[in-house]
C-alpha cells in the first residue's frame, strides 16, 4: 500500500493529476499549544512589523523562544514554506531575544494554530508552483 504517515508527515497521493501532497499538522498544533497563544491570525508576520528596527530590551524567556524558532524552523523547511520569511525574520535574534521578537514568534504560532491542516503539493511538472492551501 501507499505510505500514508511518515514520521509526522501526513502524506496523500492524487494520481490523476499527479500531486503529492504533504501535511504536518500534529508539529504546528504542537507549537500553537506550547506557546499557549489565544485567537488566530490569517498571516505569519504582523502587517506593522519593520525587519531591522530597534527591537528594544532583551527578555527572559530565550530557552521557550529558541525550542519554538527550532520547531518552526524544521516545519518550514519540511513542509510549511508559507512560514520561512517569519522563521528566517525570528532565527536572526536567538542569541538576544527582544520583546518585539517575542511577539512576532506568538503571533507566528497563532497563525500556524490557524493553519495546522496547510499542505505543500507537488505536481509531476517542474512548471507546476508549489502551493500551501488549507485542507
Not at 524558532?69 to 532565527?91: E, F, H, N, Q, W
Request: aromatic content about 6%.
Amino acid at each position: 500500500g501507499e505510505v500514508r504517515d511518515l514520521v509526522g508527515v501526513r502524506l496523500s497521493y492524487d494520481r490523476a493529476h499527479g500531486n503529492l501532497k504533504m501535511c504536518q499538522p500534529g508539529l504546528a498544533k504542537q507549537i500553537y499549544n506550547e506557546a499557549g497563544v489565544g485567537r488566530f491570525v490569517s498571516a505569519p508576520l504582523d502587517a506593522g512589523i519593520i525587519v531591522g528596527a530597534d527591537d528594544g530590551e532583551e527578555i527572559h524567556q530565550a530557552g521557550q523562544y529558541r525550542t519554538l524558532v527550532g520547531k518552526a524552523m524544521y516545519l518550514a523547511r519540511m513542509a510549511r514554506p508559507d512560514i520561512s520569511c517569519a522563521v528566517r525574520y525570528l532565527t536572526q535574534s536567538v542569541p538576544a531575544t527582544t520583546e518585539q521578537r517575542w511577539k512576532t514568534l506568538m503571533h507566528l504560532c497563532r497563525y500556524m494554530g490557524t493553519r495546522a491542516m496547510a499542505e505543500l503539493t507537488y505536481g509531476t511538472t517542474m512548471t507546476m508552483p508549489c502551493t500551501t492551501e488549507p485542507q
